[in-house]
């Protein structure tokens, strides 16, 4: 019974956040040659599976830099800075950046808000064009269903933003969509 026990507050703590937090505000604040971040390294690092979340305040990058980010989504609480007609190397592979504004680069991975910590269910664009009021699963990147429930029901409901995959009843299976 004692194993029982133990195993089971094991197998809760590592399934309690769907996201693991990172914080390169120092990595991120002047980028000079090339910054790599991996998400599939850093999740071994930290023995997860959960979303890797990098956080900083600005993100600044110098001249004839670059940077690559895989499998991670980057919230900046302030914006990104390019050195006046700086050529830069930037590759976002399968990665997202949420800023308050970008100067001098642009892409669809970087996404400019203001609110970076959740987002309310009825705001996110695929659930949005969800036809009907089909029962739904939401499951965060470790497994976990975080939400279960008719569309009709999905008014004041807020999850971090993050990658989620998501059943709908006699209908599909998305993985790793994108809600901000």
């Keep these: 019974m004692k194993t029982i026990i133990f195993l089971t507050l094991i197998l809760l703590n ?13 990595q991120l604040a002047n980028i000079k040659g090339n910054l790599i971040i991996d998400g599939n390294i ?10 890797i979340i990098i956080t900083g305040k600005n993100m600044k990058i110098n001249h004839k830099s670059g940077f690559v980010f895989n499998n991670i989504i ?26 308050k504004y970008s100067e001098g680069i642009s892409s669809k991975s970087i996404i400019k808000k203001s609110n970076f910590r959740n987002v309310s269910l009825d705001k996110v664009e695929y ?19 975080v939400y279960k429930g008719l569309k009709s029901n999905i008014n004041n409901i807020y999850l971090s933003i993050a990658r989620y995959d998501v059943k709908i009843k006699g209908k599909s299976f998305d993985e790793d969509i994108l809600f901000y």
């Design 14 to 26: 590592l399934s309690i956040f769907s996201q693991k937090y990172v914080d390169m505000t120092h």
């Design 127 to 145: 659930i949005k064009k969800i036809n009907g009021n089909p029962e739904i699963w939401i499951y965060d990147r470790s497994g976990k269903l």
């Design 74 to 99: 980057v919230q900046l609480t302030g914006s990104i800075l390019v050195e006046d007609d700086n050529k830069i190397y930037p590759k976002l592979l399968d990665s997202y950046i949420f800023c």
């Design 42 to 51: 850093l999740k071994k690092e930290y023995n997860t599976r959960e979303e």
